[in-house]
């Protein structure tokens, strides 16, 4: 979110180019989670990786496929890099509903562009930010099934494996239908309880003008 945060506040700025810039943010959107998944793995291959190369190049012994640290780092970056759009079009839409003039005057108050930003942007787009948080959410305990499936299948030792993939692996692999129902519900209850937290206690601070 931070990183679609800053993206979409270039994004906004009057510079040329600025419409190639947004379709170009967009477009990791379109790409299915698996797909996605894939274009990771081509570039972190062990064998013949451009970044896999890269790194070892560095001196850093990358093979995601027997060390966990470096499956998570990778699952973790394929996710965002599949996720950014759809934080960047709702910050960009929200940045672009602010009025102008809130802006303008409180430039004319002497307010350094920082100060604007913290003081009277941001709270603008606290609602937004609101609604990405709990979408985010959702998207990692579900969507990331299928970057991880694609990418580790859960390994290696189950460095990556989620409750959603192992409710797979249990039902769909092992058949194991009576654990696989437990934690699909243990997965639900810790889903409602969190979302329910946020907006007990983390809406307190949306503002809606």
Aim: charged share 10%; glycine share 6%.
């Amino acid at each position: 979110m931070s990183l679609a945060l800053l993206f979409a506040v270039m994004a906004n700025k009057r510079i040329s180019g600025a419409r190639v810039y947004r379709t170009l943010f967009v477009w990791p959107y379109a790409v299915a989670p698996a797909t996605a998944a894939v274009l990771w793995l081509f570039m972190f291959q062990p064998e013949v990786g451009i970044l896999a190369r890269w790194l070892r190049a560095i001196g850093i012994n990358w093979d995601y496929r027997l060390n966990g640290g470096q499956a998570l780092f990778l699952v973790i970056v394929a996710s965002i890099w599949k996720q950014i759009s759809y934080n960047f079009i709702f910050f960009l839409a929200g940045l672009q509903s602010i009025p102008q003039s809130l802006i303008e005057a409180a430039a004319v108050d002497g307010a350094k562009p920082r100060t604007i930003f913290w003081r009277v942007t941001f709270p603008l787009l606290s609602p937004t930010t609101f609604f990405l948080i709990v979408m985010n959410l959702v998207y990692a305990f579900f969507d990331t099934f299928g970057v991880i499936d694609a990418l580790t299948r859960g390994g290696p030792g189950k460095a990556t494996e989620t409750l959603a993939y192992r409710v797979y692996v249990d039902g769909m692999l092992n058949l194991n239908i009576g654990s696989s129902a437990a934690q699909s519900v243990i997965l639900l209850t810790v889903v409602v309880i969190i979302t329910v937290f946020q907006f007990r206690f983390i809406e307190r601070r949306v503002y809606y003008g």
